[in-house]
């Protein structure tokens, strides 16, 4: 008997960057995203005998990603040795397909843990709440734990595994806007990058302390519902994560030229009266949020920079089907 989840990625407003514990994946300030409605992970888990395998679309994962999905099903394993289950000792058939392109660089990590959380849980037989699964995809990969949630999420950064989680929070209706950049840029993952910031960037601990202030900015404004605001805290706070990174040794560039091309588009769309504002994660793509009557006029406006895709807020993971 299979269990079936589906995630979607989802996008940083206030991003992650740093942890503060490794192997928890506890983050050294929280975060606050939006959930996307496209481009899902759906992942099938079935207990096993043998070892664990894993197959994404259509193919027996490499080494790496195997690795790590063996890595998470261990801590699902030691969940359900705690809660006395039989299953703690099953091994799992994880098969898992990604609905956007490969190469857009959507956050498929996001969504893959998050899903595969999902699944996990149901196939051992864990009754988590939505708090508790956002803990266990944490473990798989930060980000994750933010897919678990409807529409918009903040990442409570917390001091520990039991208070570092994700919860829903109300904002004002947007649209994102990604445009996939063509560029050959090699990339360092955002584990990799996130510690070199950490050992070798002087302006990390101010990153960390701006992050926090940022974080509660964005609450405020998105309790007062205040698009124009959540715009500016986004763009702004875009702009100093890749700064401190930047500040690296020897120094990590996520963008790309047409990256930047991308950020004064934008701006000379604010010029022009029409609202949106961009952020960029962990390489050279950019996603410009704005309000959803405007996303055909901001898609027009960077067609010619790359593949275009519009989002709108998205649902958080969930149990599709129990076959
Ligand atoms: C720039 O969640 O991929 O997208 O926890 O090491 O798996 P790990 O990192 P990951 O980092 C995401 C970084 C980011 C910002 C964000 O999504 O908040």
Redesign the pocket.
Known sequence: MASIARAHP???L????G?ANDEL?I?VAG?M?MTLDQFATTTSVELATGNDTFELNGTTADAKATGRTTAFLDVVRSLAAEAGLDTAEAHAKVVSTNEGPTAAGM?S??SG?AALATAAAHAYGLDLSVKDLSRLA?R?????L?SLIDRFAV?HAGTSDETSYAEAISAPDMAMVSVTVNTQAKKV???D??VATRETSPFYQAWIDTTVTTLNEMIAACAAEDFTRIGQITETHAHR?HAVINATHPPIR?LAPVSWQVFEEVTAMRDDGLEAYATA???PNVVIICRPTDADAVAQRVATFGQVNTFLPGPGAHLVDVA
């Open positions: 989802n996008i940083a206030v991003k992650y960057w942890k994946i983050p975060s995203s956050a990590s996001a843990f944490r798989g990969s930060g980000s994750a933010r990442w993952s955002s584990r990058g996130m994560m996520y994660d962990a390489g």
